[in-house]
């Protein structure tokens, strides 16, 4: 019964920044590790960033590092992923998930944002 919800999708130029939400229904939502991955055309999912319950530790994919933040506003049941200096191989659907627990693969995933980087 939950349900997730990405937003802040678009166009966006080499270099530019772009911000996604992801907005989630229930109320255990601060019990979750929400994670954000991505698709691009032709390639396998990948997980881009996560973000843990307990602890609120995050996590980052190797060519994000320094370039993208996860963050999460518990009393209003968002993640967000704040993305600079966004490159053309960022280009992807980006979808929005929660795990029940730290280890575990996502148990609720969102429709997907599309986040195209050209000039």
């Known amino acids: 019964q939950v349900q997730l919800v990405e937003s802040g999708g678009g166009l966006v130029q080499p270099g530019g920044s772009q911000s996604l939400s992801c907005a989630s229904s229930g109320n255990t939502f601060s019990s979750y590790t929400m994670r954000w991955y991505r698709q691009a055309p032709g390639k396998e999912r990948e997980l881009v960033a996560s973000i843990f319950s307990p602890g609120d530790s995050t996590d980052y994919a190797d060519g994000v590092k320094g370039r993208f933040t996860i963050s999460r506003e518990n009393a209003k049941n968002t993640v967000y992923l704040q993305m600079n200096s966004l490159k053309s191989e960022d280009t992807a659907v980006y979808y929005c998930?929660?795990?029940?627990?730290?280890?575990?693969?996502?148990?609720?995933w969102g429709q997907g944002t599309q986040v195209t980087v050209s000039s």
């Open positions: 998930a929660a795990s029940t627990s730290a280890w575990a693969l996502p148990t609720y």
